[in-house]
């Protein structure tokens, strides 16, 4: 009887094994199919094509063929630039942001509200990607004579921040001479 009592016991055992092994196999079988579908996706209400979760994507461009991303100028991100020369003949660029975080490296490409990066540019070419608010802007980039320095906003997917049609930007002036440099400070501009 002792034998049969352990046999019982081995085969209850394997069992409820298999039966909780058999449970979690399901459960994860589940999970993977949640979330697929287009149950969270919204549609646009004349053709059915889906439609960005973030602002509305429009058809304008930027100077650089970067699509606007529409968002409501109430709480639309806002961008300040002011350039300072600093010590070593260079300009010091520091960006005032507002209903905006500046996205970490490696971020992933999707428009998420107030989050992103600037793009900067001296005399509409771009020169640098920022994920803070602080840039040294080398000397040999404002040769003498004066400049705008334009600070914009993008999203991770790589479309521009935009209000009233608008790319969300600020643009400081810049005079670089040789008895030493001048700036202007700008207040948000697009926005």
């Known amino acids: 009887m002792s034998d049969r009592c352990s046999t019982l016991a081995a085969m209850s055992w394997t069992r409820a094994l298999l039966a ?8 994860l079988v589940g999970a993977a199919g949640c979330g697929s579908g287009d149950a969270g996706e919204r549609k646009n ?4 094509e889906s439609m960005s979760p973030v602002g509305e994507l ?3 461009t930027d100077a650089e063929g970067r699509h606007l991303r529409e968002v409501d100028g109430e709480d639309a991100p806002e ?3 002011e350039v300072q020369p600093d010590a070593d003949e260079g300009w010091d660029v520091r960006l005032t942001i507002r209903n905006f975080r500046f996205s970490p490296p490696g971020a ?3 428009a998420v509200p107030g989050r992103g990066l600037a793009q900067l540019f001296v ?6 990607r920022l994920r803070t608010s602080a840039y040294r802007l080398p000397a040999g980039l404002v040769p003498r004579g004066t400049h ?15 209000v009233d049609g608008e790319p969300v930007e600020s643009t400081a002036d810049v005079t670089a001479s040789q008895s030493g440099p001048t700036t202007s400070t700008s207040a948000p501009a697009g926005r």
């Not at 005399?123 to 640098?128: I, K, L, T």
């Not at 705008?148 to 935009?162: E, F, M, N, P, S």
């Open 20 to 27: 909780a092994l058999a449970v979690c196999v399901l459960l």
């Open 79 to 81: 961008v300040g630039v």
């Open 58 to 60: 429009l058809d304008d």
């Open 148 to 162: 705008q320095v334009t600070a914009r906003l993008y999203a991770d997917d790589g479309t521009v921040w935009a």
């Open 45 to 48: 209400q004349k053709n059915g």
């Open 123 to 128: 005399d509409g070419r771009s020169v640098a």
């Open 108 to 110: 992933k490409a999707e």
